[in-house]
């Protein structure tokens, strides 16, 4: 599985981005996804997951009631809606696909390259 994050960007606080992840191979549409971000000097850290079907989802509390994931299994296709963005969200995003569905990233199997995502106050 390969995927690809875009949709990075520099925005101002209370903006909003719309982070896009690409994936392509074998039953992409089998894989859980995630998104994690690392912040500079610290450890990478779960955002969001969704379930294959796209029928369960998950939150950071950090995140929770701003951000939406979502995904399009018809093209391969995962999406991060962030709203109400605040300075501490700035970080490299990256989309991530496993099996199993967990907050700890080391679990997860492929990874994505990371999109910047800057938000100034």
């Known amino acids: 599985v390969q995927l690809q994050a875009s949709g990075g960007g520099l925005v101002q606080a209370g903006g909003s981005l719309r982070l896009s992840c690409a994936a392509s191979?074998?039953?992409?549409?089998?894989?859980?996804m995630g998104w994690f971000r690392q912040a500079a000097g610290k450890s990478r850290e779960f955002v969001s997951t969704i379930s294959s079907s796209g029928g369960s989802t998950n939150y950071a509390d950090s995140v929770k009631g701003r951000f939406t994931i979502s995904r399009d299994n018809a093209k391969n296709m995962v999406y991060l809606q962030m709203n109400s963005l605040k300075p501490e969200d700035t970080a490299v995003y990256y989309c991530?696909?496993?099996?199993?569905?967990?907050?700890?990233?080391?679990?997860?199997?492929?990874w994505g390259q990371g999109t910047l995502v800057t938000v100034s106050s």
């Open positions: 191979g074998r039953a992409v549409s089998r894989y859980a």
């Open positions: 991530a696909a496993a099996v199993l569905i967990t907050t700890t990233p080391t679990t997860w199997t492929y």
